[in-house]
């Protein structure tokens, strides 16, 4: 019953983030910064999903993925349909 419930709750915040990256009119806009705002929501995007991968993905299913945390915040330009690293279909 957690697992299932940790599972949906997981699920829920992604598809917000998913919403939050898509409705970014222009994807030069998810790199752009203004004011005192210091990150990208691109790169917020990419950090999230970097740690993300690397709790479920190397650190409970030992599938291999290397975090670069660092390329998480200095990658600028990612298309938003290929943010989600590994995955060949990043919006359902």
């Known amino acids: 019953m957690l697992n299932t419930t940790l599972a949906n709750l997981y699920e829920k915040d992604l598809r917000i983030l998913i919403d939050e990256v ?5 994807e030069d806009n998810l ?3 203004v004011g005192s ?3 990208p929501a691109g790169n917020l995007a990419l ?8 709790f479920f993905g190397a650190a409970l299913a030992n599938t291999g993925y290397v975090r670069n945390r660092d390329q998480e915040f200095s990658k600028k330009g990612v298309g938003k349909m290929t943010w989600w690293p590994g995955s060949s279909r990043s919006f359902p």
Not at 22 to 26: A, G, I, N
């Open 22 to 26: 898509t409705q970014f009119k222009s």
């Open 31 to 33: 790199w752009k910064t």
């Open 37 to 39: 705002i210091k990150n």
């Open 47 to 54: 950090h999230i999903t970097g740690g993300l991968n690397h």
